[in-house]
């Protein structure tokens, strides 16, 4: 069969990513032509001022030598301008006369820059800062020549003028604005940055407005620039002049050919052209929902999008993206998003710490913060864009929202706060023990660019994520690159664009009883999931319809469903349930006899006040079990862990309620009882608090005229201290009111979501509503709670009713 | 000529799951089963910690690892990208509901392969 023609017009950043994307998928669909106005392949177009500083070449930003066109049979066309294309013929016209056909057309011309229309504009030495001959000239020009000035304090243009001043130039910025950068930073940032740039030796004329350029030649008219002008009368030497002033996208083709345009190429989700079905186009040209996008995460997530449909699989949509910025001037931090101004029915929180170089301001509107705008320490920076993207409610943490989120208890990574200040052994993600040489090698080797792709390749914050802020510096010095893949929405999982909250209403709505009517329901893309979303949907499916939906236990992950913990040799560890933490001279016989009999390597206290059985084979697992003769501790599980208690008033001289019995009662209450994530309970007899409630799911912590109850604590990767929930009198209340808690997160938190996770989700406010406003909802969801975990089977003894597979215990011999 | 050997029933593993053969010398081998009946062997020994496979959650065209969550692909053995790596493949062969492996394979294949190692003498248990 004869392949299709593609034809790609621009060959930068965001169109050879399209091309990867769709070979990935789709790699012999098309035959697929090039052309790009410039004599290079592919390259980093964002590291352009790393190689004005000196800190990189070429040769290390170009990101698709040659031979990656010749091994994937593309047609490159290099240094052709294409200047006609012909929709009736499709015919794709180059000013050479070079022509290709096309079935479908991709326009990633990208952008080009704003040149103010002051006399003088045309003089040699007069040039925008564009790509690799700007950038060549520029170096070449500080060879040779002194005085240099850059028009435009936004990010190019500083950026510029760092390069050139380290190339020994004396340059002066001129800024039109009264303040630089100043739709990234708001006037304080801006003049701290401003203080900053001026004792590195950068000048600045700011609120000048340029009058005219004036060269050596014919009265000033012509020749190379030397000085400009400025309309009060001023004159400043120039042998450079960089126009900075911004960019524009690259629409005049497209226009010439009739597609619609407006501020950009108008394209749908899909990154169609609204006028003709066969042309695409992403990047900085393309107009989608009327933002045209200039940084790399956005036009990469358009890229894979894109592909997608050019490969014709159809799947996928462009929602737009939320962005932040930095300034990639080495040993200078800032970073902004949102609406950082303020304004009307907005409320700062503002931190200022002028000799420190410290300044910090979030935006509050509502509840919710809008805007974040940092100059110093942007280490927090990611959190607050996440905090911003995801629109959740902080007033609960409101108080300690300016001091970041290490401030809640980050560990892992020996408290570094500035990535470049680290040596490459040291270690970036604790979780995963990766360093930070490792992730700059992969960045630089495998040519990475977002935080999902570095996530994946090195595994660097992948797991507890409290690094991300460290990996993301580490992006942005490497690769240049702005970091985040940030679509408005996040995805269960590569199998689905749905969202875990789209799951669960569809579950719910539709009345879902299996994994493959999900799958049906929402159009997975993969016949049997993957191992995100197949442990998260039958979880999903369960605890929505509880006696209804069947478990399935190859959905669940080894843990769950040996009921038992896989070690890293593939024994397991065995935990039996201790109600409340006591034991008996029977129990404690019967696991040493165990222990003896099946040689069992390893026997340890845990932190949850049980005894651990480490390195028990896979088949003795059974024997085990019946030996001890003790309940599921469910360690393994995301499901109620232990309930840890103190003595209390049975013996303890301070106590003041029988913690021990409550601690008991809630066990035996909700234990076998699956969650999205694991649960632990604590109850204390005193405020002393010997059984830590604090750092608990739910804690209860006794007084003399009742019980304090707390939630959402947690004591793992972010210690996390729980919140004071509610004082209650009674025993009873303590069960209702935890019950009812355990239900409306079982409902309605996200899988491997904690309590911690699922209310700052959803602000404390609304539980509060939910449980304690709303007697007869909190009632019915314990009612609930009751009716789930009514008769579920004890998984270590009923293997048929808990639908434990018993032939996995059992190896067959060949 | 391949020696077949007969080792279970194709019902003998469940359906999206897997289970282990234990052989004369060398690490076990695991058997797969998909949701449309194909089964497949491979070592059971994920080739970046040495995991068991058999104790993995099983796909259409690999199983994810039960310790690092690596997917190893059926028709190769070897790791999805970006994970680089492979474990060895077992020729296997289904007929009248039964499943077959190749008995040199069984006696040679991977032998060399050490098991993985846990606890205080860094000793085998498994």
Known sequence: MKKMKLVMIGNGMAGVRTLEELLKISPDLYDITVFGAEPHPNYNRILLSPVLAGEQTIDEIILNPLSWYEEHGIQLHLGKTVVKVDRTKRIVHAEDGTTAEYDRLLIATGSTPFILPVPGKDLEGVIAYRDIADTNTMIETAKTHQHAVVIGGGLLGLEAANGLMLRGMQVTVVHVAPWLMERQLDDVAGKLLQKSLEERGLKFEIGAHTAALIGDKDDGKAGRVMAIQFKDGRELPADLVVMAAGIRPSTALAESMGLHCNRGIVVNDTLQTITDPRIYSVGECAAHRGIAYGLVAPLFEQGKVCATHLAQFGIGRYTGSQTSTKLKVTGIDLFSAGNFMGGKDCEEIVLSDPMAGVYKKLVIEGDKLVGACLYGDTVDGSWYFKLIRDGRSVNDIRDKLMFGESNIGDVGHEGHSKAAAMADSDEVCGCNGVNKGTICKAIKDKGLFTLEEVRKHTK?????????????????????GDYSATPKKKALCGCTDASHQE???????????????????????????????????NYYLISTWPKEAQDDPQSRFINERAHANIQKDGTYSVIPRMWGGETTASELRRIADAVDKYKIPTVKVTGGQRIDLLGV??????????DIGMPSGHAYAKALRTVKTCVGSEWCRMGTQDSTQMGKDLERAMWRMYAPHKVKFAVSGCPRNCAEAGIKDVGIIGVDSGWEMYVAGNGGIKTEVAHFF????????????????????????????????YVNRVGL?????RIL???????ALWEQLQFALDGEPDPWFDHADAKVDVRQFKPVNA | MSQWKLICRVDDIPVLGSRRVVRAQGVAVALFRTADDQVHALLDRC?????????????????????????????????????????????CKVEGGEVFLDEAELGTL??????????????SHA
């Open chain 1, 460 to 480: 660097a914050s992948a797991s507890c994520g409290s690094c991300t802020g460290l990996v993301e510096q580490l992006l942005m010095f490497t690769a240049g």
């Open chain 1, 765 to 769: 406010d609304y539980v509060k509503k």
């Open chain 1, 617 to 626: 084979k896979k088949e003795d697992l059974v024997n085990v079990w019946k």
């Open chain 1, 503 to 537: 799951v669960r209403d569809a579950i719910k709505e539709q009345h879902l009883l299996t994994i493959d009517g999900v799958y049906k329901a929402l159009a997975w893309r993969t016949p049997n999931g993957c191992s995100s979303c197949r442990p998260a949907i």
């Open chain 1, 773 to 779: 406003d709303d007697a007869a909802g909190r009632k």
């Open chain 2, 110 to 123: 991977g032998t060399e392969l050490p098991a993985p190692t846990a606890g205080p003498q860094g000793c």
């Open chain 2, 47 to 91: 080739p970046h910690k040495a995991g068991p496979l058999s104790q993995g959650i099983v796909f259409a065209d690999a199983v994810s690892c039960p310790l690092h969550n690596w997917s190893i692909r059926f028709d190769t053995g070897a790791a999805k990208e970006p994970d680089v790596g492979s474990t060895p493949r077992f020729a």
């Open chain 1, 726 to 757: 509610a004082k209650l009198k009674t025993a009873e209340e303590v069960m209702e009111y935890t019950g009812a808690f355990m239900q409306l997160y079982r409902l309605e938190g996200w899988y491997l979501e904690r309590t911690v996770h």
